[in-house]
């Protein structure tokens, strides 16, 4: 192979991974420069803007990363260029060369992967919404960011659902917070752990108890404005169904809307979550409690969002913060 289809394969291989043409070419230390500078950039520099976008989560806060993008993009061309040039000129290449392209490309592919999980594990991870248990707070086809930092990261294993280690937390979750959480397997009809969505209601010691959709914490009303009904709303005024088999919150039938549960009170170390649009979400009332050891995160901010149906990018959603 010469000339300019040599030029074409060292400049594909540069995009395969940053680095690799050069590695073609012959030029080895220069492509592990290269390499370790798209990697400090790239990740590093999400490292430290996700600083200020989880201390302050706003829309600038999520555009400050776009001058991190056009740099990479930038550096990707420039890289994808030089090794064009530089693979027109050469020789036939060595069949060692080859050899060691795989090996770099290996060694690339482990770093980048290593990287990425530490930063998806220990601080922001991307999440998207299938469901509309969360409207009209979350949309379905809304895709998140999630602050795994705030409660502690959870380091999962990348073979199985037991967490490997948990990291220290800021504070615990609260009444109100909207988190991401690995679901129980009663919560799916295949029995499959899944990640869920959903608003904390109640907290451990908290007794919670549902009368006509109304919420009641430690016998009080509690009136959450992000709630929607599909039909009727709450009636404060309902007295306490008299009927003792009315199950207790944590254990109702699947397949309902929630309507009543008799009074649970949130076991050490559990929240109960509910989803916003509370007559379509299978949430906390019927499989239960869930355990704090299994939330992953708070959702913070909206980054991306587009109509399912038609594929409509929602711009008037991106940027948006959950709450």
């Not at 690339?108 to 290593?114: D, T």
């Not at 992953?296 to 913060?321: E, H, M, N, T």
Request: hydrophobic share 45%; proline share 8%; net charge positive.
């Amino acid at each position: 192979m010469r000339g300019r289809p040599r030029g074409v394969l060292a400049a594909v291989l540069q995009l395969v991974a940053l680095g690799l043409g050069d590695v073609y070419n012959g030029e080895t230390r220069r492509g592990l420069s290269l390499f370790a500078l798209g990697l400090a950039v790239g990740q590093g520099g999400f490292l430290i803007w996700s600083l200020p976008l989880i201390a302050a989560p706003s829309v600038w806060t999520l555009v400050a990363y776009v001058p991190v993008l056009f740099f990479l993009v930038g550096l990707c061309l420039y890289a994808c260029g030089r090794a064009y040039a530089r693979a027109v000129r050469l020789e036939e290449v060595p069949r060692r060369r080859v050899r060691r392209c795989v090996a770099y490309a290996l060694c690339a592919w482990l770093l980048s992967e290593m990287a990425a999980y530490l930063i998806r594990a220990g601080d922001l991870q991307a999440f998207k919404i299938p469901s509309g248990a969360m409207q009209p707070t979350i949309q379905i086809g809304d895709h998140l960011l999630v602050n795994k930092f705030v409660y502690g990261a959870r380091l999962d294993s990348p073979f199985s659902d037991v967490p490997l280690a948990r990291l220290p937390a800021l504070r615990a979750p609260g009444p109100g917070d909207v988190v991401v959480f690995l679901a129980p397997p009663r919560a799916s009809a295949d029995r499959q752990r899944r990640d869920f969505i959903k608003r904390v209601i109640a907290i451990e010691g908290q007794t919670i108890e549902v009368r006509a959709k109304q919420v009641y914490i430690d016998g009080k009303p509690w009136d959450d404005p992000h709630a929607t009904f599909l039909s009727g709303k709450p009636d404060p005024t309902v007295e306490r169904p008299s009927n003792p088999l009315l199950r207790p919150c944590g254990s109702l039938e699947s397949g309902g809307i929630g309507l009543s549960c008799a009074p649970f009170t949130v076991p050490p170390d559990h929240v109960f979550v509910m989803g916003d649009n509370r007559d379509q979400s299978y949430d906390s009332r019927f499989w239960g409690p869930v355990p704090i050891s299994d939330i992953k995160g708070q959702a913070l901010i909206i980054y991306w969002s587009w109509d399912s149906p038609g594929r409509w990018v929602r711009w008037d959603r991106i940027g948006r913060l959950v709450y």
